[in-house]
Nanobody, 125 residues
Framework: QVQLVDSGGGLMQAGGSLRLSCAAS?????????AGWFRQAPGKAREFVAG????????YYQDSVKGRFIISRDDAKNTIYLQMNLLKPEDTAVYYC?????????????????WGQGTQVTVSS
């Protein structure tokens, strides 16, 4: 059974940094082609933040986080990370990691088959 555990969220002042983690159990991330991070703010739809393709390590980011966030993976720890720097109040949301077997990094959330439970990130001004 695929289980993803998101962690690392918290309260941070604007300009600060947080690192989110997504850990897997009972399987290895490399059995999926693409991992992504999404976020959902109150009253808004869940939106794509960043994605990474296992083959070649190709990454893709939403425009609003380019240059501030970095998605990465650690195969030995079977963990995906989202390093978030220069945080802004508009980054406040619940963040979710997700996996898909398809080989294309897509921003369409319905194409991701498995999801973590989410971790809350709150950025104060």
């Amino acid at each position: 059974q695929v289980q993803l555990v998101d962690s690392g969220g918290g309260l941070m002042q604007a300009g600060g940094s947080l690192r989110l983690s997504c850990a897997a159990s009972e399987f290895t991330f490399s059995s999926f082609a693409v991992a992504g991070w999404f976020r959902q703010a109150p009253g808004k739809a869940r939106e794509f933040v960043a994605g990474i393709r296992w083959s070649g390590g190709v990454t893709y980011y939403q425009d609003s986080v380019k240059g501030r966030f970095i998605i990465s993976r650690d195969d030995a720890k079977n963990t995906i990370y989202l390093q978030m720097n220069l945080l802004k109040p508009e980054d406040t949301a619940v963040y979710y990691c997700a996996l898909r077997r398809g080989a294309v990094i897509t921003t369409e959330r319905t194409l991701y088959e498995y999801w973590g439970q989410g971790t809350q990130v709150t950025v104060s001004s």
